[in-house]
């Protein structure tokens, strides 16, 4: 398997444009979490999915993020307009309920960077 | 709600020993995660131990666990070079939510 793959791996952008970062989980896993990690406050768990289905949405900063997940292959996080304090490197992971043991295997990440 | 703490700087010397050290407070905790991020690069699951054991070992790396305390350790025998990263504990509440609360990463940096 290819891993979770996230798109892009860099994006730098002006204030108040539209961002959407993608991921794609490893095939059969049923869970999906979209992460935000920065020297100031580390790793911060922002949302996550089961089956397509948001669970917990309660790490979202604001309104101007939204997650979807349209099927179980892919996933995408927009913010919308984004500010210079949305500067961070967001991580997608996915994780498979069944082997029991849950552990989360996470993408590469997507550094943003928001001027 | 949980909270998991790490210091957040450890240096050894190559060929050393290195302990990293987690405590967590949620004790319904049903398994315990280590994971190693280097440097542009996402976080990569090590090894984890299920509340139940209080000792795993994987070549190099032993986990240790003691659940009285809630303390978990990290050891890494014969510290590499390579094992420079950044080390974060976790750990998976108890029940059927897939939600694992990650600690604050502690930074190994390994002198030649």
């Known amino acids: 398997d290819a891993g979770v793959i996230q798109s892009p791996r860099h994006e730098v952008t002006e204030m108040g444009q539209e961002v959407t970062l993608r991921c794609k989980p490893i095939?059969?896993?049923?869970?999906l979490f979209w992460y935000r990690q920065t020297m100031m406050r580390g790793l911060e768990l922002l949302i996550y999915?089961?089956?397509?289905?948001?669970?917990?949405d309660s790490g979202m900063p604001e309104d101007r993020f939204s997650a979807k997940m349209p099927n179980a292959s892919f996933s995408t996080l927009k913010i919308q307009p984004s500010e210079p304090r949305d500067s961070a490197v967001y991580f997608c992971?996915?994780?498979?309920?069944?082997?029991?043991?849950?552990?989360?295997?996470f993408g590469p990440g997507t550094r943003l960077t928001v001027t | 709600g949980e909270d998991v703490e790490q210091s957040l700087f450890l240096s050894v010397r190559e060929g050393d020993s290195s302990v990293i050290n987690c405590t967590y407070t949620?004790?319904?905790?049903?398994?315990l995660y280590w994971y190693k991020q280097e440097p542009g690069a996402g976080l990569q699951l090590l090894t984890y131990?299920?509340?139940?054991?209080d000792m795993k070992q994987d070549q190099r790396l032993t986990v240790l666990l003691n659940k009285k305390d809630k303390h978990l350790s990290l050891r890494i025998a014969d510290t590499q070079t390579g094992d420079s990263a950044i080390y974060f504990c976790?750990?998976?509440?108890?029940?059927?939510?897939?939600?694992?609360?990650f600690g604050t990463g502690t930074k190994l940096q390994v002198i030649p």
């Open positions: 992971a996915s994780s498979a309920r069944a082997g029991g043991s849950y552990e989360q295997y």
């Open positions: 095939s059969g896993h049923d869970y």
């Open positions: 999915f089961n089956n397509n289905v948001p669970i917990d």
């Open positions: 949620d004790s319904s905790s049903t398994y």
């Open positions: 131990i299920f509340s139940n054991m």
């Open positions: 976790a750990e998976k509440e108890a029940g059927g939510y897939q939600k694992v609360t």
